[in-house]
């Protein structure tokens, strides 16, 4: 891995896609990196703490410890009608490295390298609500809210749908593996809208968690024990457990820095043959997060019955009747013959 740091001028030259204004870039120095940034991480997001807060989403950074871990929060807007853009990597063909573009406040919210953070940040602007007047109204389909204490919401849940755009764990646009998606038109144009630079509470809670060690992608592999915060860290307010970094994770990161003389070198290659650019490498391999979903929640099937099978008794066999000639009725009895009387020879008459 190597780092390459330059001038605010080189961040101008190099960025396919034209760069925030000078009042964006953190400190004047611009940070490029010839190694991927790590996948995102899955994680939940926090109640909003109050009225008009807008979310934040997370993202690593570069710090002086390497690539680290910015969580997640709520912040509230530096003016009503601002929406805020994320910051996001991208892969800058004429340096062979990754830049990190600044997030910015806008009217609009413009192109954040069409990566999918979640909570409403699905690649393509903002679905976790919206300003209506001076109130900020929040969609319950996407944003935690708890209505005992907010009231101004609404439910629109066909923009969950927008959550599956692209794989929601690839951190950077372009370059190998990157997200392909390119700006529109619409996008660009927030470009020349009056934008605003990360607010005071917005860059505390950044330098807060570059100073935590648990958040650095060395320590953590990938999966920081605070993902995302209710409010910005800060000096009062600093994460559970905070560790401070240690000098040998100051040492590792120095050692992969590149003086700027490098980058000259680059523009100067590039200048004088303008059709080449670099290769795009390989990212590093880098621990994937293991992603914890909840068990499948396995319904015993239903018991098939098959019916018992139907026996049928064996008919019984009757033999067949034996057929006896009807008897014959008995005859009529003879009468007996009785021998019939002769009268005497009678006495002649004189």
Same mark, same amino acid.
């Given at each position: ?287 994937? %997060?293991? =992603? !914890? @979903?909840? $068990? &499948?929640? /396995? +319904? *015993? #099937? ?5 019916? %018992?099978? =139907? !026996? @049928?008794? $064996? &008919?019984? /066999? +009757? *033999? #067949? ?30």
């Amino acid at each position: 891995m190597r780092v390459i740091v330059a001038l605010a001028s080189a961040i101008i030259f190099f960025m396919a896609v034209p760069a925030p204004s000078s009042a964006q870039v953190s400190i004047g120095i611009g940070i490029f990196v010839n190694s991927a940034p790590p996948p995102l991480p899955v994680y939940y997001q926090p109640a909003v703490p109050g009225p008009d807060f807008i979310w934040m989403p997370g993202y690593w950074a570069w710090g002086p410890g390497g690539y680290y871990w910015v969580p997640g929060t709520w912040v509230l807007s530096p003016q009503v009608g601002l929406y805020w853009t994320p910051g996001y990597w991208s892969w800058n063909p004429y340096c062979g490295c990754y830049a990190w573009q600044d997030g910015y406040w806008a009217p609009q919210v413009g192109f954040y390298g069409g990566i999918n953070y979640g909570n409403g940040y699905y690649g393509d602007g903002y679905d976790g609500g919206y300003w209506r007047g001076n109130q900020f109204y929040y969609n319950r389909a996407v944003s935690v809210v708890n209505i005992t204490i907010i009231r101004n919401v609404y439910y629109d849940r066909t923009v969950v749908v927008r959550d599956t755009v692209w794989n929601r764990r690839v951190s950077y646009n372009g370059g190998y593996g990157g997200n392909p998606v390119r700006p529109t038109r619409s996008q660009l144009g927030v470009l020349h809208l009056n934008r605003l630079p990360m607010t005071s509470s917005q860059v505390d809670h950044v330098r807060v968690a570059a100073q935590d060690r648990s958040f650095l992608y060395r320590v953590n592999h990938g999966t920081p024990a605070v993902t995302a915060a209710a409010r910005p860290f800060s000096s009062l307010r600093l994460p559970a457990h905070f560790v401070p970094l240690q000098p040998q994770d100051r040492a590792a990161a120095n050692a992969h820095v590149v003086s700027p003389a490098v980058v000259r070198q680059r523009m100067l290659m590039h200048n004088a043959n303008p059709y080449q650019v670099a290769p795009t490498p390989h990212p590093a391999p880098v621990y994937h %997060a293991p =992603v !914890y @979903h909840a $068990a &499948p929640t /396995y +319904h *015993p #099937a239903a018991p098939v019955y098959h019916p %018992a099978p =139907v !026996y @049928h008794p $064996a &008919p019984v /066999y +009757h *033999p #067949a009747p034996v057929y006896r000639p009807a008897p014959r009725p008995p005859a009529a009895p003879r009468p007996t013959p009785h021998p019939q009387k002769t009268k005497a020879p009678g006495r002649p008459v004189s």
